[in-house]
T-cell receptor
Framework: GNSVTQMEGPVTLSEEAFLTINCTYT??????LFWYVQYPGEGLQLLLK?????DKGSNKGFEATYRKETTSFHLEKGSVQVSDSAVYFC???????????FGSGTQLTVLP | EAGVAQSPRYKIIEKRQSVAFWCNPI?????LYWYQQILGQGPKLLIQ????????DSQLPKDRFSAERLKGVDSTLKIQPAKLEDSAVYLC?????????????FGPGTRLTVT
């Protein structure tokens, strides 16, 4: 079956630090990959996505590259801000599956 | 454009009681999803509607959970009777269609505590 494994949190960084949140997946076929973000008290929002191997998704300074050879989709940001504090979820949608399969989420706290 | 609306935002009930959640998707969105998010885990799909028909309810515990989407717009999710392990955030999401390229938009969720 399909599954997503995320780096366990919580992650605490100082402002302007470099961020990496690891995500690896198992899927049948060729999945589309997503990162969602959940700010406190709000619903999940799509942060970025990639639909085929070697694609790079990017948004708000965050990037993730679809690596088929390592089945990974790691999230990176060069310089985090306090406002980036949130829970980040990696997810996939594989083949004819209609549903998203989520990882367990990674809590990020950025300190000023 | 208004987002996905859910109510109530918080609910506390005792085990064996019943509870209902309401969701109003984004106008024009044909597909509606209910997810269960247990603390420390990612959301898990419970049921998916396309207009007013059920597309996937394979992970819905049908002995106690039910959902409907009358008229293909609003939806309600009911739990009867509730168990302690039902404590979770229930998320509603909608999308234009089920095609993979369409983004799912999530509501703020309803946090259920069963005591």
């Amino acid at each position: 079956g399909n599954s997503v494994t995320q780096m366990e949190g919580p992650v605490t960084l100082s402002e302007e630090a470099f961020l990496t949140i690891n995500c690896t997946y198992t899927a049948t076929g060729y999945p589309s990959l997503f990162w969602y973000v959940q700010y406190p008290g709000e619903g999940l929002q799509l942060l970025l996505k990639a639909t085929k191997a070697d694609d790079k998704g990017s948004n708000k300074g965050f990037e993730a590259t679809y690596r088929k050879e390592t089945t990974s989709f790691h999230l990176e940001k060069g310089s985090v801000q306090v406002s980036d504090s949130a829970v980040y979820f990696c997810a996939l949608k594989a083949g004819s599956a209609r549903q998203l399969t989520f990882g367990s989420g990674t809590q990020l706290t950025v300190l000023p | 454009e208004a987002g996905v609306a859910q109510s109530p935002r918080y609910k506390i009930i005792e085990k064996r009681q019943s509870v209902a959640f309401w969701c109003n998707p984004i106008s024009g969105h044909a597909t509606l999803y209910w997810y269960q998010q247990i603390l420390g885990q990612g959301p898990k799909l419970l049921i998916q509607f396309q207009n007013n028909g059920v597309v996937d309810d394979s992970q819905l515990p049908k002995d106690r959970f039910s959902a409907e989407r009358l008229k293909g717009v609003d939806s309600t999710l009911k739990i009867q009777p509730a168990k302690l392990e039902d404590s979770a955030v229930y998320l509603c999401a909608s999308s234009l269609d089920t095609i993979a390229g369409y983004e799912q938009y999530f509501g703020p969720g309803t946090r259920l505590t069963v005591t």
